[in-house]
């Protein structure tokens, strides 16, 4: 776990490159698309379509593993788009030696047993907890996750991603006061997507 390296591992950079395929291939498409946040879009990233691949989980397990400050004692995220994300890292983690549990945020409280918003290990109080997100557009979804973890007495104050929209995500985390850093931008994605259809 290396926060912010500036020089990542060949290895890592592998992933990387391999991952980015998968996603221009798999999850990337054109066309005229209608938004959760109810705009429109020419394009759509339909992330499940890698982050549920089995090669996909490991390159983003190894990723997001690689990013995470020294100190996270879990990832989370708000369900569903980020429960193969935290699944992931998580599983890395173990493998790693240095495992970390994952936690899911639901959307509403569960209806029956505990009433929960989070499930998952609980945390002793005041636990850095780095919440992870599939694709962030205005940065909403996400904030979710972050105001339910605070809400349970957990420190949140990075937000990792694997593509950014680039549509105000970033802006809005860092008027609340929170880091956030993406593995992409639709800028890659869409120049790889470009060079294949050359």
Do not use: F, K, Y
């Given at each position: 776990?290396?926060?912010?390296?500036?020089?990542?591992?060949?290895?890592?950079?592998?992933?990387?490159?391999?991952?980015?395929?998968?996603?221009?291939?798999?999850?990337y498409r054109e066309g005229d698309f209608l938004l959760s946040s109810g705009g429109r879009s020419s394009y759509y990233i339909n992330g499940k379509q890698v982050t549920l691949r089995a090669e996909g989980a490991e390159a983003i397990g190894r990723l997001f593993f690689s990013l995470l400050p020294e100190d996270a004692r879990a990832v989370a995220g708000?369900?569903?788009?980020?429960?193969?994300?935290?699944?992931?890292?998580?599983?890395?983690s173990a493998l790693e030696g240095h495992p970390i549990p994952a936690l899911i945020v639901r959307k509403e409280a569960k209806g029956h047993g505990t009433m929960a918003y989070i499930e998952g290990p609980t945390l002793e109080a005041g636990a850095k907890v780095v919440v992870l997100e599939d694709v962030v557009t205005t940065g909403r979804s996400a904030m979710q996750a972050v105001e339910r973890l605070r809400d349970a007495g957990y420190e949140v104050d990075l937000i990792l991603a694997l593509v950014d929209r680039e549509q105000g995500g970033a802006e809005f985390y860092q008027s609340q006061g929170i880091q956030f850093q993406a593995i992409f931008t639709i800028a890659d994605l869409q120049a790889r997507f470009r060079d294949k259809a050359v």
């Open positions: 776990m290396n926060q912010n390296s500036l020089t990542s591992p060949p290895h890592l950079d592998a992933l990387r490159q391999s991952l980015l395929e998968l996603l221009v291939t798999q999850a708000l369900t569903l788009g980020a429960d193969p994300l935290v699944t992931a890292v998580s599983l890395i």
